[in-house]
């Protein structure tokens, strides 16, 4: 069965740092480009980042470039996300996507809450 | 930035009824758009992919239709298990970038 999993979200002070992690099984990781999704508090999506199946590119939404760092160890099964300098606007349950060779979104974990606040 | 604005934001309608869902991009967006869907404390589910491809196991009373910038998901018929959020989604190729619109609420009238 292909699953994605995401961990290390909790609460954080504004201006800190996080780590979460995406734990792939079921399929060969390592031939797959990623995603991060986020969605804050009864809002919408907002696709934040992604990276290729061998880490040689990645992108970013305005809204975290500089601040969010993707990467992945295809040795491990794994795609993580550094967050730094988290805002209050960046409370969101953060998700992790599969990219299909047709460039879409499939499938998603079930999601890590991060919440930034004093 | 290609802007995706999605209507109605709401749309209540009774089970058996048809639901229309539109999508509307700023600038054409040809043939690249998706169309998932999400249920409360769940992850969206892909639906529709290049406009108009349903995805590995969607029924087919989804369907997708358009290109450009128009765009529209049909419910042929709404079961209980379809009321729900529905986001479209485009992507860009260079830089390699993906944008969701704001999301239709369907809902039990």
């Known amino acids: 069965e292909v699953q994605l999993v995401e961990s290390g979200g909790g609460l954080v002070q504004p201006g800190g740092s996080l780590r979460l992690s995406c734990a792939a099984s079921g399929f060969t990781f390592s031939s797959y480009s990623m995603n991060w999704v986020r969605q804050a508090p009864g809002k919408g999506l907002e696709w934040i980042s992604y990276?290729?199946?061998?880490?040689?590119?990645?992108s970013y939404a305005d809204s975290v470039k500089g601040r969010f760092t993707i990467s992945r160890d295809n040795a491990k099964n794994s795609l993580y996300l550094q967050m730094y300098s988290l805002r209050d606007e960046d409370t969101a349950v953060y998700y992790c996507?599969?990219?299909?060779?047709?460039?879409?979104?499939?499938?998603w974990g079930q999601g890590t809450l991060v919440t930034v606040s004093s | 930035e290609i802007v995706l604005t999605q209507s109605p934001a709401t749309l209540s309608l009774s089970p058996g009824e048809r639901a229309t869902l539109s999508c509307r991009a700023s600038?054409?967006?040809?043939?690249?758009l998706a169309w998932y869907q999400q249920k409360p404390g769940q992850a969206p589910r892909l639906l529709i992919y290049?406009?108009?491809n349903r995805a590995t196991g969607i029924p087919a009373r989804f369907s997708g239709s358009g290109s450009g910038t128009d765009f529209t998901l049909t419910i042929s018929s709404l079961e209980p298990e379809d009321f729900a959020v529905y986001y479209c989604?485009?992507?860009?190729?260079?830089?390699?970038?993906?944008?969701f619109g704001q999301g239709t609420k369907v809902e039990i009238k």
């Open positions: 989604q485009r992507r860009s190729n260079w830089p390699t970038t993906w944008a």
């Open positions: 990276i290729s199946s061998s880490s040689s590119t990645m």
């Open positions: 996507a599969s990219l299909l060779p047709e460039g879409w979104f499939d499938p």
């Open positions: 600038q054409s967006v040809s043939s690249y």
């Open positions: 290049d406009a108009s």
